[in-house]
């Protein structure tokens, strides 16, 4: 038998040694750290869903979490959630493309203005169209809705300002712009507010070129204000709840997430202090046989999420959830015995405007 290099690869270059023959629990497909992350750095965090578990977990282990834009002190927690505060860095909801990311960062510095940017309900209470959701039942006036917007995007520029590690999860690829000015919505018009007009409104599906393009921009038009900000990209494991496109969503779901994955790939290669994290894989990898989502198999279980938080902190900042303290539980157990099996089989909600997708329709 003749030499080759691969006898000289580590196990974890092998399936067999590093998956098949690895306990499911113990799987772990992060091989090094990109860079270092501090109790002391503020993180800041955006994207889809899944993101908002990773919000949560920082706070929860002791992270400094980097939120600018805070609910009034009376608000209670769970308002302020329903509300939009808290679950990340500021107030913009999920922000599922790449598009939407750099667009954002755009209006908060007054670089770009939607001609589309208010959405009137038939009670004459406003939506906004880059934040469905985030107020419910709309805003009262125009006034009130313009004051809310400056404050957001007083918020976005502090963010910038002050973050030092930047977390962005990508979650889709589809999405819905204005034929107008390219403005990107985070749903469909008509889905949680507006009216769809197939004259006004056109659906795109990101390619892994225009992926890359957007995600690059805004990591440059972040680090021209701010140089030195280290950045995290992660795929959303979370499959998408439908489809504009005439084709089973199990397969434009592949499609999605093929694409924001080789993005990440391409990004985290040449960009200095690009890291990405393989939260997907962690999620969605064979070796979990599906254990990570919950029956409706999209949503991502608690377990999940504690597996993916233990390997990020764990590499990134040395710190392992399962032996340390938590924040807000004074117990000198180990984190993984506080926790029954039926608590780590949960499901715990997050905002998803996505779902209006799939809401029932209206009779009558």
């Not at 764990?314 to 608590?343: C, I, K």
Request: net charge negative; aromatic share 10%.
């Amino acid at each position: 038998m003749t030499d080759h290099p691969y006898r000289y690869l580590p196990d974890h270059c092998f399936w067999r040694r590093s998956v098949a023959s690895v306990p499911p629990e113990e799987v772990d497909p992060v091989v090094r750290a990109a860079f270092r992350i501090t109790r002391e750095d503020r993180i800041a965090t955006a994207g889809s869903c899944f993101a908002q578990h990773i919000a949560r977990h920082l706070q929860r282990y002791g992270f400094r979490f980097l939120v600018t834009e805070s609910a009034h002190p009376l608000f209670a927690p769970a308002l302020a959630e329903r509300f939009g505060y808290g679950i990340f860095t500021a107030r913009y909801g999920n922000i599922y493309t790449s598009r939407q990311l750099v667009q954002l960062l755009h209006r908060a510095f007054g670089l770009f203005r939607p001609a589309e940017d208010l959405w009137p309900r038939p009670d004459g209470r406003l939506i906004d169209p880059f934040r469905p959701e985030i107020q419910p039942n709309g805003f009262a006036s125009e006034a009130e809705y313009r004051a809310d917007r400056e404050q957001h995007f007083a918020a976005v520029r502090r963010a910038v300002a002050e973050m030092d590690v930047f977390v962005f999860t990508l979650g889709l690829t589809e999405g819905w712009i204005s034929r107008q000015d390219g403005a990107a919505f985070p749903l469909c018009p008509g889905a949680a507010g507006g009216t769809f007009d197939p004259n006004r409104h056109l659906f795109e599906n990101r390619s892994v070129g225009e992926v890359i393009a957007d995600t690059e921009e805004a990591i440059l038009f972040i680090r021209e204000r701010h140089p030195g900000v280290r950045i995290v990209l992660t795929v959303s494991p979370v499959p998408l709840v439908a489809s504009a496109l005439d084709r089973s969503v199990l397969v434009s779901t592949t499609y999605s997430k093929a694409v924001l994955r080789v993005a990440c790939e391409e990004l985290a290669g040449r960009l200095e202090d690009v890291a990405y994290f393989p939260a997907y894989e962690i999620i969605t990898g064979p070796h979990t046989r599906g254990r990570y989502y919950a029956n409706d198999l999209r949503s991502i279980t608690e377990a999940g999420v504690e597996r993916v938080m233990q390997l990020f902190l764990g590499h990134y900042a040395g710190f392992d959830p399962t032996a340390g303290e938590v924040s807000d539980a004074p117990s000198s157990e180990p984190a993984t015995e506080r926790w029954t099996l039926l608590e780590m089989e949960q499901v715990v909600g997050v905002m998803c405007e996505e779902e209006a997708l799939d809401r029932p329709r209206m009779s009558g």
